[in-house]
C-alpha cells in the first residue's frame, strides 16, 4: 500500500528538498499539494525534483483573497456574491492544476456557516472537564444543532449550486473530487449534508473524502459518530486523511494517539487514496514510523 504525506508537513523546512528527502526516508511514496502552500512555495515545490503527488488539497496555491483573508476562510455556500465567486474560482483553479500536473484527485472543503463559533470552543472545553454528561452540555448541544438547521436550511441550496459548477469543471478534465468530513459543527457538510450531496449528485465526478481525526473530534463531542460516517459512505471513498489524536488534539503522527485504528482498518477499502496529514509540530522521529505502523494497521 502507498502512502503519501501532506505539505502541511513540510512547514518545518526550509527547503523542499530536504522535506522530499525526509519524506522518501520515512517511507512516503507521494506528496499531497495542501493548501498550506503559496504560489512561491508551489513554485518552488515543483522546481525541487521529480515525485509522485497523490492529490490536491484545495485551494492549490494559496493566497490572500479578495477582501483580505486567506482562501480557505471563504465558503461555498456564502450568501455575498464575491466572497462565494472567489471561493468557487479557487477550487476550481485547483482542479484545472490538478489536471496539468496530471494528478487524478481534488479534496475540498464545502463551505461553512456564519453561525456563533463560540459555542463550540465551550461545549468542547466542557468536554475536555469531563462535563459531556451533564445537562448544561446536553442543552447546549441541542441549542448548536438547532442554530446550525437554520443555517443549514439558508445556506446549504447555495453549497449545492457551487457543487454542480464544480462536478461540472472536474468532469471536463476527468478529475474526481473529494468532499471532506470537516472539523468543526460550522462547517460543511455534517452527515445529512453529506447525504443530500450524494443524493444530488449520485454518479459523476463528486466522492467522499473521510478525514480520521475529523470525524473522531466531532464524534467525541457528541455529534455524528466515526463509524457511521464509514459505513455509510464507504461506496463513495476516493481517500483518507490519516491523522491520530489525543482527546480532542488532531494531526497527531498515526500510531501516537488514541484513535482506534482497528475500526478505521475494518472499515476503509483498501483501493483508495491514503495521504498522512501530519501537523508539522511533529517530531521527524515519530514520523518516521508512521509507514510501519499504518502498514501493520491497514494492510491485513
Known sequence: MKYAISTMYSTRYGSMKKFFSDAKKAGFEQIDLSSVLTE???????????????????????????????????????VIPDERREALKSVNSTIDLAARLKTGTVVIHAGHYYMDTQLELILRKMYLKGR??????????????????????????????SLKEIEDRAAKHKIKVGIETRANFHEVPDYEEMLSIFEAFPRGALGYWHDTGHAEAQSRIGFTGHIRWLETFRRRILGVHLHDMKKLRDHMAPGTGDLDWEMISANLPGNITHVCEIGEWNRYGKVKKVVPFLNSMLSR
Open 132 to 161: 459531556s454528561e451533564t445537562s448544561e452540555y446536553e442543552e447546549l448541544r441541542k441549542k448548536m444543532i438547532k442554530e446550525r438547521m437554520m443555517h443549514s436550511k439558508k445556506y446549504f441550496p447555495l453549497v449545492l449550486d
Open 40 to 78: 512561491d512555495s508551489l513554485v518552488d515545490l515543483l522546481s525541487a525534483g521529480e515525485f509522485a503527488i497523490s492529490s490536491l488539497h484545495a485551494p492549490v496555491p494559496n493566497r490572500i483573497s479578495a477582501d483580505g483573508r486567506w482562501l480557505p476562510e471563504l465558503s461555498l455556500g456564502s
